[in-house]
């Protein structure tokens, strides 16, 4: 009876072990707290350019602004990061299998203890083209953070916005 509790006892050991392992797939970053208060918001602004914002309406609770020019070609942002230094940086988007990293200036955010990061993506970039077609991004940063469009009426904003960037 000894024995049996030996080997159940060792087989008990080697399946913790076993559930450790380190082999495989690499770590996928972490997943930001999803805020369904956040949607995307289309509105034309007083200089004929268009605004794209994934926030919370009526507040400055926001994840990602997008600013374009009918027919100038690129799509400005300005969005948080949580990690960074004064000066050049990256902000890495994504959309589906589309991913891209982007030249970006790094300020120090006086709303967060991160940093605020400003740049252009072309406009037929495929991560925007992804966007575009399917309502769903991600800004990767410490781990992933999705932005994705849950309804008729936020798809139709990124359209409409899409729909003025190309003039």
């Known amino acids: 009876m000894k ?3 030996l080997w159940l006892l060792l087989a008990a050991g080697a399946m913790v072990l076993g559930a450790c392992s380190t082999t495989g797939p690499g770590p ?4 930001y707290g999803f805020d369904a208060s956040m949607v995307w918001d289309y509105h034309a602004g007083s200089k004929g350019e268009a605004h794209l914002n994934y926030g919370t309406p009526d507040t400055d609770n926001v994840g990602i ?3 374009c020019r009918p027919k100038v070609g690129t799509v400005s942002f300005i969005t948080d990061l949580r990690k960074g230094a004064l000066g050049p940086g990256v902000v890495r988007f994504q959309s589906g299998k589309a ?3 982007y030249a ?3 300020e ?13 993506i072309p406009l037929v970039d495929p991560v925007l083209a992804a966007f575009q077609k399917t309502g769903l ?9 999705d932005q994705n469009a849950r309804t ?3 798809r139709g904003a990124i359209s409409r916005f899409f729909g003025v960037c190309r003039g």
């Open 3 to 5: 024995r049996q509790r």
């Open 99 to 101: 991913k891209g990293r």
């Open 152 to 154: 008729a009426s936020e």
């Open 28 to 31: 996928t970053p972490p997943s």
């Open 65 to 67: 602004m997008f600013q």
């Open 137 to 145: 991004i991600s800004q990767v940063d410490e781990g992933v953070y």
């Open 104 to 106: 970006a200036k790094l």
């Open 108 to 120: 120090k955010s006086e709303l967060t203890d991160g940093w605020v990061a400003m740049g252009e």
